[in-house]
Each structure stands twice: as structure tokens, then as C-alpha cells.
């Protein structure tokens, strides 16, 4: 059984940092990608970034492209999101997905489609 905990989300001032953490248990390491979607209230989830375990490939959504990076610790089963300048817009509940199925490989990492396993979020709220 694959469970994703996330934390690290909080209220800030818009250009301050938060970093996000995505904990896992189970089969999760091993999975060919993890990544980060988020839900902003009236709007589609959508997708913020992705990490490749085997070529550590990252993909990022253009709107956090160069403020957001990805990155993770084998050791510790987890994953980061790193948010530096953070604008009102980015706030939303923020979810740590993984895909551990190889049958899911060749699906677009930026698609919610590609992952089998979905946190319960973390929200974040950036006030101008």
C-alpha cells in the first residue's frame, strides 16, 4: 500500500519561499516519477512539476518555471518542492502524486492521468 503525506504548506506574503515535502511509504521509490499538481478553489487541478527517478529529468508547468524546483532524497523517500517567489496566484492545495505502474510510463508526466497514487494536499496561500 502506497501513502503520500504531505507538508510544509502555510499562509505567506507574496515573494516569500515555502518548501513542500511529499513523505512516502510503501512501494513508492522505484516508481519511474513523482510530482505535484494543485487545485486552486473554482478552478481544474493542474499540473506544477515532475521528477524522473532513473534520469532525474525535471518538468515544470510555465507559470512556476524558474521560481519552483523539484527535487528528491532517496534516503528520506522524499520528495521537495522548493517555492521562491511566491505570488497571490499560487495559492491552492498543493498534492504529491506518484506513478508506480509501469503500464503508465509512456503517459505524460504533466497529465493527472499518469499517476496511480495522489496525496491528501497541503494548502498554501500567498496574501498580496
Known amino acids: 500500500q502506497v501513502q503520500l503525506f504531505e507538508s510544509g504548506g502555510g499562509l505567506v506574503q507574496a515573494g516569500e519561499s515555502l518548501r513542500l515535502s511529499c513523505a512516502s511509504s510503501g512501494r513508492t521509490f522505484g516508481s519511474s516519477i513523482m510530482g505535484w499538481f494543485r487545485q486552486a478553489p473554482g478552478k481544474e487541478r493542474e499540473f506544477v512539476a515532475a521528477?524522473?527517478?532513473?534520469?532525474?529529468?525535471?518538468y515544470y508547468a510555465d507559470s512556476v518555471k524558474g521560481r519552483f524546483t523539484i527535487s528528491r532524497d532517496n534516503a528520506k523517500n522524499t520528495v521537495y518542492l522548493q517555492m521562491n517567489s511566491l505570488k497571490p496566484e499560487d495559492t491552492a492545495l498543493y498534492f504529491c502524486?506518484?506513478?508506480?505502474?509501469?503500464?503508465?510510463?509512456?503517459?505524460?508526466?504533466?497529465?493527472?492521468?499518469?499517476?496511480?497514487?495522489w496525496g491528501q494536499g497541503t494548502q498554501v496561500t500567498v496574501s498580496s
Open positions: 502524486v506518484a506513478q508506480t505502474l509501469q503500464t503508465m510510463a509512456t503517459l505524460p508526466p504533466t497529465q493527472p492521468s499518469a499517476y496511480n497514487h
Open positions: 521528477i524522473r527517478w532513473s534520469l532525474q529529468n525535471t
